[in-house]
């Protein structure tokens, strides 16, 4: 048996906490060691949790936390303490996940990518709308979105045929001016649907 099923099933986070001078009341309530815990918040029993920090575990991760050390050194100091027998072969550690970088090139390739896909849903947005509050008479105060659709679409297809037969250059140009105005055209565009979704639903009850 290694050393952390040794102390898993030997000890309890109440027993460790005991021993390691974190005073535990008889309804298992203590002043949580990893914040400022003015009244109790813990829960110490075989495991222990925070309703005020949040902290949760087991006996290995409270030891671990006590006193700033990994788990194995933690696990290791609880059968120390209480004169736990186990196993002493090395535990393998686990593998831990490589995380790839994104190099420059995917960078820039997904914020292309990102601003062609904002600006194509904002255009097709902007054609909807020129004929959805086209007005019906000469005479009829025209709709803002009619209004936004007839002065920006025509800019919107300059955009979009840069994105799709431009330069690099003028690619990567157009990606880094237009950075701030796609994130805000991409919030608007997103309301816009929910919006529209809304009312399908509402209509259709």
Request: glycine content about 4%.
């Amino acid at each position: 048996m290694n050393v952390f099923d040794a102390v898993k099933q030997s000890v309890t986070t109440r027993q460790a906490a005991e021993i390691y001078g974190v005073k535990v009341r008889r309804n298992n309530m203590a002043s949580c060691p990893f914040h400022n815990d003015r009244i109790p918040s813990m829960k110490v029993d075989k495991r222990f949790h925070c309703f005020g920090c949040g902290a949760d575990g087991d006996v290995i991760d409270f030891v671990s936390r006590l006193y700033g050390i990994s788990s194995l050194e933690a696990a290791q100091k609880i059968a120390s303490d209480f004169g736990i027998s186990y196993d002493s072969k090395p535990v393998k550690a686990k593998p831990k996940k490589v995380v790839h970088k994104k190099s420059d090139a995917q960078i820039y390739a997904e914020a292309e990518q990102r601003c062609f896909r904002v600006l194509s849903d904002y255009y097709h947005l902007l054609r909807k709308w020129e004929m959805d509050y086209a007005p019906n008479m000469e005479d009829e105060t025209w709709h803002p979105l009619f209004v936004e659709a007839l002065q920006k679409k025509s800019h919107l297809e300059y955009l979009l045929d840069i994105l799709v037969f431009g330069e690099i250059e003028e690619k990567a140009l157009l990606v880094m001016e237009y950075g701030k105005e796609v994130t805000l055209l991409e919030q608007r565009i997103s309301k816009f649907t929910c919006r529209e979704a809304e009312t399908s639903i509402g209509s259709s009850q």
